[in-house]
């Protein structure tokens, strides 16, 4: 009778077991039937910690397993209401299947996991890309460092030894970079520098990363070193300008300037920056020179041709005042002092002028061209420049 008993007791206990492990074998058959929340509803009961038989399934494998294929179901749904039943499914099958892994010691479900977990990265891409497009930063720089995550499980970086996605790595970067997570951003984008992705341009963004960081000596070592690396390209040269610029660093800027310029002669906008630093270190002489290059090589470059005028107009003006601290008492000397104003601001009109056929509705070229029409005494073309400013 003992023995009768006590088989009797081992039935029942294995039946119990196998029927909080059904809970597991349904979810599957009713995911598979579409009826994804009735799915989640037993899914999460064998690992509800409230249940009393949780411990036949909360430490088995398979059931972290099917957890993570019915979160995956979820997110594939087209359905609004099966997708209101997890706020971020992807998350949830991410963990439930290294939670499997960690659980499965001896690998005996490996093979299975490793197929869903390829499908997830497809997921967990265009989750990623329709995140960015839509603007949550945070939500594509979640997924990018998922897919790198999984791509480290062991089992799937065996089949690839050595691969490296710098891709997903940059668009890490990228994701972190919009979503103003600049220490991210730079070790993302520093990881995809080492493997020569996108080459010098990516050194400009560990640069700018710095920069936002208010890390400046940052900013200028990554810009040395993409500089070095890439000493022909002038994406870097560029960006190392700039941030010279920025710093007020003109001799440096300079000396920068002048390689970015051997390295590319047709580059208008080079000989505008070369003219303003110029500009900046009061070498009108240099200045004049570098806004004519840049006219010679772009023959509609407004800005260059704006500099070149205001410089000479800003000359005219200088003269006035000097005209104004002769004594009253020299008369002739004062006049032959202003009339000198009368050459530069000659000198200033015809880019002025130019200035007005690039942008002709520019409220600061109509400005300038009134006021040299009027030192000139054309009263004519100051009306009309009146008129274009509304002030007549």
Known sequence: MKKVLILSILVLIAFLGNAQKGLVTKSQSLKEAGKLSEALQNINKAIDPSNPKVDKTIGWPNTWEARGEVFQAIFQSKDAEVKKLSDDPLTEAVNSYKKAIELDAKGRNSNSIKVKLTLLINDLTNQAVEAFNQNDFERALLSFEQILDIQEIDFIAKDNPGAVDTVIIFNAGLAAYNAENYDKAIKYYEEAAKYGYNEAKTYSLIANSYQLNNDTLGAIAALQKGFEKYPDDNVVLTSMIQLYMDQNKTEDAMKYLKMAIEQDKDNATFYFAQGALYEKM???????????????????????????????????????????????????????????????????????????????????????????????????????????????
Do not use: H
């Not at 409220?363 to 009134?370: A, D, G, I, R, V």
């Open 282 to 392: 009061e070498d009108e002489e240099n200045a004049i020179e570098a806004y004519q290059n840049a006219i010679g090589v772009d023959k509609e470059f407004f800005n260059a041709y704006y500099n070149l005028g205001a410089l000479y107009y800003n000359k005219g003006v200088k003269q006035i005042e000097y005209a104004n601290t002769i004594p009253t008492s020299n008369n002739k000397l004062y006049e032959e002092e202003l009339s000198k104003s009368d050459i530069w601001f000659e000198k200033a009109l015809p880019f002025m002028e130019e200035c007005y056929k690039l942008k002709p509705d520019d409220n600061m070229t109509l400005e300038s061209l009134k006021n040299l029409y009027y030192r000139l005494k054309d009263m004519d073309n100051y009306n009309k420049m009146l008129e274009k400013l509304g002030q007549s």
